[in-house]
């Protein structure tokens, strides 16, 4: 059965640990995988990562940039490089592929979204292999994904794919970082991410990479919740794809759940970067969990961060744990004034539809009526 498979490679597997160099054998055995797939009747994307590390060993540097300007400058040098190798081993097989750089910015803006849907469709249809990495050159650090198991788990809801691949430098998810607990126990199956509440994973990547497994472990929640099965397990040897799609139980599994019914509601819950927070009394929490139901301003207890009307926020019960995600209607400074009041009172405390006289002697009506939700059920994803 044709699916949709969007495997990510990280730095620590696609180069050499020492010096930064490709690890060309691997990226052979890569490249080999995903045509062999292609041949299966699968629409496969890349997630790659190794832009950095091979500008890196280009320009002789020792050490991956800190500064974001000369992340910047080398990533420019080396995702040429690391695209002509891509292209000369995917030639030699006959798999036509194509390059997609991403920002944030992109996924943002639901024009842009709804676009690169499109691009990734066609490219799809047409049998191409799409190569993404973040556009690093341009990328700003507030609109950066941070790392590629982010990108990877938003492009996988993006395109609505069936399968996340996270191949790493690791077999499979542990209980604790079996090179450095020698007691550490090997995790084949998450349903429910609160499982992994103590696991010690630590946030460190490679030398030459940015991720650890807890941005894996994060990535695993964005697809999971968008309705992607995904697998961790070893990069180095990528033909592992195969038999885990033929059943063998290798890598970490995680169990997908119940995605937004609509791509409207996967952007809203995956693609913008939220500007806030609400929390919701117990009332709230129920009508919107249970109910269905839009979120009122009697339903909040309190406001937290600087945001515009139409800003993604989370929402969360008072202990602060996310719900879920919206668009919401009011200004964070207006949700403040009108935080737990009925909704018939807001017109009153926000001087909705005052007239007033003006300079130039005209009376004008200075605030349109408020909408009677905070957000609308239009406007709101659930993703606990």
């Not at 450095?180 to 030398?207: C, F, M, T, Y």
């Not at 949700?335 to 009376?363: K, M, N």
């Amino acid at each position: 059965m044709s699916q949709t498979l969007v495997l990510k490679i990280g730095t620590s597997s696609l180069t050499q640990p020492d010096s930064g160099d490709l690890a060309l054998s691997t990226l052979a055995r890569l490249v080999e995988t995903l045509t062999q797939l292609r041949r299966q009747g699968h629409r496969l994307v890349l997630v790659s990562s190794g832009a950095v590390g091979v500008g890196c060993a280009r320009l002789g540097l020792s050490d991956r940039p800190r500064r974001l300007a000369t992340k910047q400058a080398v990533a420019a040098v080396g995702q040429g490089r690391l695209m002509r190798v891509y292209d000369d081993l995917f030639t030699s097989l006959q798999q036509p592929i194509a390059q997609i750089l991403l920002t944030r910015k992109d996924l943002v803006q639901r024009s842009s979204y709804v676009n690169a849907y499109n691009t990734f469709q066609e490219l799809l249809k047409l049998g191409v292999i799409p190569i993404v990495n973040e556009n690093d050159t341009i990328a700003t650090e507030e609109l950066k994904f941070g790392d590629n198991d982010t990108l990877s788990a938003l492009v996988a809801s993006l395109v609505e794919a069936d399968w996340l691949f996270l191949l790493t430098d690791v077999d499979r998810l542990y209980s604790a970082d079996p090179n450095r607990n020698p007691d550490a126990q090997p995790i084949k199956k998450v349903k429910h991410l609160n499982e992994l509440l103590n696991l010690e994973v630590g946030n460190a990547g490679s030398a030459w990479g940015t991720g650890g497994m807890q941005t894996k472990i994060a990535a695993a929640r964005i697809a999971s919740d968008s309705g992607v099965r995904t697998v961790i397990t070893a990069g180095k040897t990528p033909e592992n794809v195969l038999a885990i799609l033929e059943g063998a139980d290798i890598g970490t599994h995680f169990v997908p759940h119940a995605k937004p019914e609509n791509a409207r509601k996967r952007w809203i819950a995956f693609g913008l970067v939220p500007q806030g927070q609400l929390l919701l009394d117990a009332g709230a929490v129920t009508a919107i969990c249970q109910g269905g139901k839009s979120l009122l301003a009697a339903g909040l207890t309190a406001v937290r961060g600087k945001f515009q009307a139409n800003d993604a926020v989370i929402l969360c019960d008072e202990r602060g744990k996310e719900l879920g995600r919206g668009l919401v209607n009011y200004p964070s400074d207006d949700l403040e004034r009108i935080c737990g009041v009925q909704s018939e009172d807001i017109s009153r405390i926000l001087g909705d539809g005052e007239s007033r006289t003006l300079r130039d002697g005209e009376s004008r009506t200075l605030r349109e009526r408020s909408p009677d939700t905070v957000i609308h059920r239009d406007n709101l994803v659930l993703t606990r």
